[in-house]
DNA sequence: CTGGATCCCTCAGGATACTG
DNA sequence: CAGTATCCTGAGGGATCCAG
């Protein structure tokens, strides 16, 4: 979030990891559809780029709340699951998809900025 | 999130509203502490501008879910409290905040980028 | 297919000074 | 007290090309 991720509050650690753009959607979207190719993922999540994936990728692994699994095949294939602790954040990922249908639902719009 | 919160989906749509550096935190404080001026919430928030402060109380504002109250005093006395839309994150802060404070008792520290 | 490597560029966000 | 008004920087992110 701010600094290095070196804060002292819990919750902004959890939101440094969390907050980057499309992270918290990538999550959401792997929590939603169960663990899936790199490939799939870019179609899943229509206007990222290959380098923010694959950044966004990394850090979650490094984490902790990502697994990386490369079968040694040719081509290469790529599955990236959740890990138990990328599984905590399940309720949190359902509580915001309530939310986000039923705000919508409502009619409710963010403002144009 | 992505281009100009005109997306498609509920959940990005939130998200975009509540992604920004220091947006997520923001609420936070004001769900655990209530109803706060400019000035305490500047000493909640270590570290945040009062520039970007100021972005992000309007954003909240103009989003539905932060309430802008000032006395007509001298000084000026303002007030921000959540609207009944904003505290419909209740749910998901209390979550936020037990999920962090639980990983960090694990010892769980995000990676150092 | 799954990325790594580059280049480029915008703009979010920080610092500072000033005002009603 | 509660903000505006500027200026400026850097890093986040897009596009493209290349490689194992």
Redesign the interface.
């Given at each position: 979030?701010?600094?290095?991720?070196?804060s002292c509050?819990?919750?902004?650690?959890?939101?440094?990891?969390v907050?980057g753009?499309?992270t918290?959607?990538l999550l959401?979207v792997l929590h939603q559809n169960g663990p899936q190719r790199f490939g799939a993922l870019q179609k899943l999540i229509p206007?990222i780029s290959t380098k923010v994936l694959t950044e966004r990728l990394r850090?979650l692994e490094?984490?902790?709340l990502l697994l990386r699994e490369q079968a040694a095949t040719i081509p290469p294939q790529v599955t990236y699951s959740l890990t138990p602790?990328g599984l905590?954040?399940r309720?949190?990922m359902d509580?915001?998809?309530d939310?986000?249908?039923r705000?919508?639902a409502e009619g409710?719009?963010?403002?144009?900025?």
């Amino acid at each position: 979030m701010n600094e290095k991720n070196v804060s002292c509050c819990p919750v902004e650690r959890l939101l440094g990891v969390v907050s980057g753009q499309w992270t918290a959607y990538l999550l959401w979207v792997l929590h939603q559809n169960g663990p899936q190719r790199f490939g799939a993922l870019q179609k899943l999540i229509p206007g990222i780029s290959t380098k923010v994936l694959t950044e966004r990728l990394r850090m979650l692994e490094a984490s902790g709340l990502l697994l990386r699994e490369q079968a040694a095949t040719i081509p290469p294939q790529v599955t990236y699951s959740l890990t138990p602790r990328g599984l905590e954040l399940r309720a949190l990922m359902d509580g915001l998809g309530d939310v986000a249908r039923r705000w919508d639902a409502e009619g409710w719009r963010p403002p144009v900025r």
